[in-house]
């Protein structure tokens, strides 16, 4: 089964840098477009980032320019989110997303073929 596994929340003082992690398995990997999402409890969901073409192209949520890098490995089939100078409001359940096959256009908050079950982040002030 196609699956994507997210590590490397946890909980950080506001300032902190935490660095996530998705691997994904052969069919579930894409260069044409993964993603970051994430979600807190009571309020919608909220893309983060997204990357495409193997890493060509990035695209990120105002909310966390200049602070949230998204990368990829393709030998490792891993994505990565990096985030410093975190923030109480970046706390949530962040996870991560693929196209697998699909082909379609690479976008914030679109629609993707695979999820995973997510990484719990907390940030304390």
């Known amino acids: 089964q196609p699956h994507l596994t997210e590590s490397g929340g946890g909980s950080v003082q506001a300032g902190g840098s935490l660095r996530l992690s998705c691997a994904a398995s052969?069919?579930?990997?894409?260069?044409?477009?993964m993603g970051w999402f994430r979600q807190v409890p009571g309020k919608g969901t909220e893309g983060v980032a997204i990357?495409?073409?193997?890493?060509?192209?990035?695209d990120y949520a105002d909310s966390v320019k200049g602070r949230f890098t998204i990368s990829q490995d393709s030998a490792k089939k891993t994505a990565y989110l990096t985030m410093n100078d975190l923030k109480p409001e970046d706390t949530a359940l962040y996870y991560c997303?693929?196209?697998?096959?699909?082909?379609?256009?690479?976008?914030?908050?679109?629609?993707?073929?695979?999820r995973g079950r997510g990484t719990q982040v907390a940030v304390s002030s």
């Open positions: 990357i495409s073409g193997g890493g060509g192209t990035t």
């Open positions: 997303a693929s196209d697998g096959a699909w082909k379609t256009p690479c976008m914030l908050n679109k629609a993707f073929a695979f």
């Open positions: 052969e069919a579930a990997y894409s260069n044409n477009c």
